[in-house]
């Protein structure tokens, strides 16, 4: 049976077409870049500025806004700027703990800004009831995922949307000029290759695949892979840095479970960028992400009992009842922090076709290089001093130690983050870029990419309200070009 919200709407739990991507599954922290992310070279001699700046994209992020929905609340920081924000929820017990903890230290702490609507916005979509498991995406469409706020709303409007699923790209298709023509692609079920043509081809695989397609796109017009004339294509190739640490906080124990634990799957509080670069041994910053509480264990319990037993020189071990009301004691006591920052595009780090593997459909794979410098290891290090530091104001024991210089601060693995961009950089000079300042391939002007593949640099913000507001942005410009008979 449908769901039915108060208000009458209907909704079906059942329209389970999995389209969108990793919008299905993601953090929905959805933060604007700041006019100093796009100018940063300026700013402090690392990599590059973009050819475009805060002000190009700012109308796209005020759309996005508008038609997706986001909460928070406009603050006036220069660098994190103000948008239109639906009201966000109360901090919750554990995010109480941490705005003490954070303000001793002299860190801010704001409201989050995430698109979990807790307003109504539209009649298709409803508002957030606090189940809390916003990662596995929304029933009701509180939560933005592609499929439910952009894919099945242009399914039902004016526009035709033909959706090939269970499909792998191969390559863009070209013609004897050498402008495309449309893709070829497998099928997964009969495992054929199929052609689709197209007046444009816009790419959106996300940034290490669009460049795993460009590069797999030979052909005698185009021998070093669509696009890549510069021999730019996968290079820049570059992730959020990210350090975590987790504390046990005593104060936090045998609670209630239901007590000041409504809220979305996700932060109700932040910390964005705060530091002076001037007065620190490294470029850029991060964001600290807050986590915690008593929502639904996804696999164990997130900790070992035995060791607070430990702790407390409680007795170890048990079963049954003894570790029930065991786990319950500690269950809640355990909060954790994020960081999540900005590295330096290198030219070093850089995705390329392995020359010697394919996939199960035959399309060659990618391969990767990639290695952290000195710029990200200190970052991690302020990280992880910072954690320590508010962790331990907020009453907590540090669980498992802070990582030292042996284990690069704690610093996860590139592509760890899953915030990967760069590798189709956006940039007016064709010889050091792949696309131009309305991500169009400098080569080839049919066609489009519009990951974050076409980012000249990162920020110390999560990158998908980027994409949306830049491909946004492109669409406009992809189709005043068609009306001008350019394409």
């Known amino acids: 049976e449908p769901y039915t919200h108060k208000d009458g709407t209907k909704f079906d739990w059942f329209r389970s077409h999995m389209l969108g991507g990793r919008t299905n599954h993601w953090g929905r922290i959805s933060l604007r870049f700041g006019?100093?992310?796009?100018?940063h070279k300026s700013i402090d001699g690392h990599g590059e500025d973009w050819p475009i700046g805060y002000d190009d994209v700012k109308p796209y992020y005020d759309k996005v806004d508008k038609m997706i929905g986001v909460f928070g609340t406009n603050e006036g920081l220069r660098n994190d700027p103000d948008g239109f924000f639906l009201p966000p929820p109360k901090p919750r017990l554990h995010e109480l703990f941490y705005i003490k903890g954070a303000k001793k230290s002299g860190v801010p702490v704001y409201p989050s800004r995430m698109s979990m609507l807790t307003k109504r916005i539209n009649n298709d979509r409803g508002v957030c009831f606090y189940c809390g498991q916003c990662s596995r995406a929304c029933q009701v469409y509180a939560d933005f995922s592609a499929g439910t706020c952009l894919i099945f709303p242009a399914q039902k409007s004016r526009g035709q949307?033909?959706?090939?699923?269970?499909?792998?790209?191969?390559?863009?298709?070209?013609?004897?000029?050498?402008?495309?023509t449309g893709v070829s692609y497998i099928n997964k079920e009969d495992r054929k290759e199929y052609k689709l043509r197209g007046r444009v081809v816009v790419l959106g695989a996300s940034a290490c695949s669009t460049a795993r397609?460009?590069?797999?796109?030979?052909?005698?017009?185009?021998?070093?892979?669509?696009?890549?004339?510069?021999?730019?294509?996968?290079?820049?190739?570059?992730?959020?840095?990210?350090?975590?640490?987790?504390?046990?906080?005593?104060?936090?124990?045998?609670?209630?479970?239901?007590?000041?634990?409504?809220?979305v799957g996700g932060m109700?509080?932040?910390?964005?960028w705060w530091g002076d670069n001037s007065k620190l041994d490294f470029p850029r910053g991060y964001h600290i992400e807050i986590w915690g509480g008593m929502g639904m264990p996804s696999y164990g319990f997130g900790f070992n009992v035995n060791e607070f037993n430990k702790f407390f020189g409680t007795k170890v071990g048990g079963y049954g009842d003894i570790l029930r009301s065991d786990a319950k004691k500690y269950y809640g006591a355990v909060?954790?922090?994020?960081?999540?920052?900005?590295?330096?595009?290198?030219?070093?780090?850089?995705?390329?076709?392995?020359?010697?593997?394919?996939?199960?459909?035959?399309?060659?794979?990618?391969?990767?290089?990639y290695k952290w410098s000195d710029n990200e290891r200190n970052q991690a290090k302020h990280m992880q001093d910072s954690f320590?530091?508010?962790?331990?104001?907020?009453?907590?024991?540090?669980i498992g130690g802070k990582a030292g210089k042996e284990r690069d601060y704690g610093l996860h693995a590139p592509g760890r983050i899953i915030h990967e961009v760069g590798t189709t950089r956006m940039g007016d000079d064709p010889k050091t870029s792949v696309t131009n300042r309305y991500q169009q391939l400098h080569d080839v002007d049919n066609v489009f990419v519009v990951d974050a593949g076409v980012f000249t640099s990162q920020a110390d913000k999560n990158c998908t309200w980027t994409i949306l507001a830049l491909s946004w942005r492109a669409s406009e410009y992809i189709v005043e070009q068609l009306k001008q008979q350019n394409l």
């Open 268 to 272: 109700h509080v932040y910390s964005p």
């Open 335 to 369: 909060v954790g922090l994020s960081g999540r920052g900005e590295s330096i595009a290198l030219k070093s780090n850089y995705c390329e076709i392995d020359p010697t593997t394919v996939d199960e459909w035959g399309i060659p794979v990618l391969r990767f290089h």
């Open 35 to 39: 006019p100093d992310d796009f100018k």
């Open 388 to 398: 320590e530091e508010i962790l331990t104001n907020m009453g907590g024991e540090v």
């Open 161 to 180: 949307v033909d959706l090939f699923v269970n499909c792998m790209v191969r390559e863009v298709t070209v013609d004897n000029e050498g402008r495309a």
């Open 213 to 263: 397609i460009l590069l797999n796109s030979k052909s005698p017009q185009h021998p070093n892979g669509l696009g890549n004339s510069s021999d730019h294509v996968g290079k820049y190739l570059h992730d959020s840095t990210g350090g975590d640490l987790m504390a046990f906080v005593p104060d936090l124990m045998d609670r209630k479970v239901s007590y000041n634990e409504d809220g």
